[in-house]
T-cell receptor, first 107, second 113 residues
Framework: KNEVEQSPQNLTAQEGEFITINCSYS?????LHWLQQHPGGGIVSLFM???GKKKHGRLIATINIQEKHSSLHITASHPRDSAVYICAVGSQGNLIFGKGTKLSVKP | DSGVTQTPKHLITATGQRVTLRCSPR?????VYWYQQSLDQGLQFLIH???????AKGNILERFSAQQFPDLHSELNLSSLELGDSALYFC????????????FGSGTRLTVV
């Protein structure tokens, strides 16, 4: 079993839909990160969380430390949100990555 | 531009060869992390340097080595290359070793033929 599990693996949405990507982990963490990787390959750090909730524009990330679970929400999704979203947990000095969720938003 | 510079962007080389990937961290960041992203394995942590010293090792092969220089740039050396080493290699930097945000470089795409 992977230490970081993401669901779903693939997600197709219509423009404007509300999207949720989930991440569960099984190790002790110092922080949880949500990353975005565009088709060109570049990785952008979206959020770093150790508790509660963070919001940036149309993106919201939440974490429940007791349940070892985090969610990334995208409100009013747009085709430019199409990317792979990766959950990563900081544990013992390095990052452990989930396998990513490939999101495709259709116009 | 994220502030983390990786060179070269693309590299094609033959099996058995040796290559060096370079990473310059964002100004002020002391930590450099190397990651490998292959199609079948996803992103994997390789190694972490902080202010010139190795801090943590992940799934890094013995054929691979890295170092961080006094000016804080880092190099990842890959030797005796195999077809399976073809991957995207990312470096990331952060200000310290704790749970701080990471800034990723744009990656080096290595193709071994």
């Amino acid at each position: 079993k992977n230490e970081v599990e993401q669901s779903p693996q693939n997600l197709t949405a219509q423009e404007g839909e509300f999207i949720t990507i989930n991440c569960s982990y099984s190790v002790g963490i110092s922080a949880l990160h949500w990353l975005q990787q565009h088709p060109g390959g570049g990785i952008v750090s979206l959020f770093m969380l150790s508790s509660g909730k963070k919001k940036h524009g149309r993106l919201i990330a939440t974490i429940n430390i007791q349940e070892k679970h985090s969610s990334l929400h995208i409100t009013a999704s747009h085709p430019r949100d199409s990317a792979v979203y990766i959950c990563a947990v900081g544990s013992q000095g390095n990052l452990i990555f989930g396998k990513g969720t490939k999101l495709s938003v259709k116009p | 531009d994220s502030g983390v510079t990786q060179t070269p962007k693309h590299l094609i080389t033959a099996t058995g060869q040796r290559v060096t990937l370079r990473c310059s961290p964002r100004s002020g960041d002391l930590s450099v992390y190397w990651y490998q992203q292959s199609l079948d394995q996803g992103l994997q942590f390789l190694i972490h340097y902080y202010n010139g010293e190795e801090r943590a090792k992940g799934n890094i092969l013995e054929r691979f080595s890295a170092q961080q220089f006094p000016d804080l740039h880092s190099e990842l050396n890959l030797s005796s290359l195999e077809l399976g080493d073809s991957a995207l290699y990312f470096c990331a930097s952060s200000v310290d070793t704790g749970p701080y945000g990471y800034t990723f470089g744009s990656g080096t795409r290595l193709t071994v033929v």
